[in-house]
């Protein structure tokens, strides 16, 4: 208690402003006023798609396991509840609360009030919609049978039309900003804006067939990973790590170089999905080199967010928002380097069709966008509902069940795959035997995401506390500690 | 479909892409978005004189005077 009147105290110290400075608090104020009901709504909507995901998720990941469990109930067979736990969990959790973390980010970059709010709202209303209708029409069986494009063509169609509302009030925003100078992370988010929309209009015309049409599956399902996801993360990153620890970018020219090495070699990495396919050599070659190449900007962020976060890696014992966003910071390194080496042919003709391939994709999804998205959440929703996390006990179990949970997850099903790929591979095996050697790997799979689940659980209760402004009032930061903040350990 | 609109309708959207790309390149030389002096102060744009350089913004959470929590 003593140390919480300590804290409480230069707390209060440092409550002291000048007119200057509460003409700019007032200011920010109004801004984040500005966005708080479109942001509550996206990142509402979203946390109830996480939690519906992960349950969907779990069942299909038990059912490696059990194949009989729930087996007699159509529509939690394993090949409807598997893409129901992809879609909800990528259309419905990371694209809605990645869209509200870029409408609070582009007003505070903007220094500019949200323009068309009521676009927001529409946005968010048809992108639920469709989320709803598409995850209704996998549970009954109608599936466009593409991965990444299972949702029938009118639900796919609702969350288009969401997503140019929600470009235009971005845009809008863009327009009236009152900084002359874009931030990383606004290119990151202006860019996503563009490149989304053709992503997506190119994959639905629906004038592919055969090996053309698995080209352009794995064009797309690589790239809305590119194009939307990776954006929304790497957006998070550069506004987080350096406003958290309070200090600029460590090299700004790196983050540009970055991004523009980005914006050339990512959208080419989807056809390494095909390697020993029937496609022509040279496609599939291209694809891999610039795999490869995004060493470049993978390397040119990575070293950017260490050299920032260097020498204020205690920050971490005590931010919930930096341990977050570090973590998915790392996990972006860890799979992309991975991403890389896995679209070499020689690593490629063991990891494919495998288990591999899954972890690798939620060390993607989860590891990296997800964790930055909660770190993003952590931060932004004090600062729209005015009202402190109540509880960090649960932010510390929501971090821990996730980190643990997604580690378990990633480093069993790599194990678990590269075992059963060597195995497919080996002729003189029954395919059998490779399917009965990644059944311990599979109920560790199960068992990170039972972790997984339980964190987000943990994370929603605490989030409707917070809209509804619940729970006990905290006068200090809900940090995982208390920290003494002297002259000696402030970071500077 | 036949092939031929297939072929013309892909690259008509590459055509607006890769216009959309440079001009959002050719729109950021001109408004001097990679000049040494933009490039050199743009890290602090996040930053200003309430929530300044060399504070951890996870410290703004304090209590205002009157005694009420205040977020901001």
Known sequence: MAAQTTTKEQFISFA?????????????????????????????????????????????????????????????????????????????????????MIVWMTSRLCRAKIEKTWALYVSAVLWNIGVAFGIVSLFFGYNQGMEWLEFPKPAGGLIALGFLFFAYSIAQTFRKRQVEHVYVSLWYILASLIWFPLLYVVANLGIYHGVTEAAMNWWFGHNVLTVWFTPIGL??????????????????????????????????????????????????????????????????????????????????????????????????TAVSFQGSIESLRSFSEVAHFTHYTIGHAHLGVYGFVSMILFGAIYYIMPRIAKWEWPYPKLIKLHFWMSAVGIALYVVALSMGGWIQGTMMNDPSLPFIASVNATKPYLWVRSLGGTMMLLGHLAFAYQFLLIIYRSGPTRYVPAWFELRQTTEENRPV | MSLPVAVIIIISIIVVAGALALAAFVWAVRTKQFSIKQLNEGAKVIFDDEEPIGTPQDLIFKESTNGSPNHH
């Open chain 1, 235 to 332: 957006a998070g990153a550069y506004y987080f790590i350096p406003k958290v620890i309070g200090r600029p970018i460590y090299s700004y020219y790196l983050g540009l170089l970055g991004f523009w090495a980005f914006a050339l070699f990512y959208n080419w990495n989807g056809i390494h999905h095909l390697v020993g396919g029937p496609l022509p050599t040279w496609m599939v070659t291209v694809s891999i080199v610039a795999s490869v190449m995004m060493f470049v900007p993978v390397m040119a962020v990575a070293v950017n967010h260490h050299l920032t976060t260097i020498g204020h890696f205690r920050m971490l014992k005590f931010s919930p928002t930096l341990r977050f966003v570090v973590f998915g910071s790392m996990s972006y």
């Open chain 1, 16 to 100: 002291s402003h000048t007119a200057e400075e509460v003409s700019e608090k007032q200011q920010r104020v109004e801004i984040d006023d500005s966005v708080t009901s479109p942001v509550v709504l996206y990142f509402l909507t979203g946390i109830g798609w996480l939690v519906f995901g992960s349950v969907a998720g779990l069942i299909a990941a038990v059912k490696f396991n059990l194949p009989d469990w729930l087996g007699g109930t159509p529509f939690l067979t394993f090949g409807r509840i598997r893409p129901v736990h992809l879609n909800a969990v990528v259309y419905g959790w990371a694209s809605l609360a990645g869209a509200g």
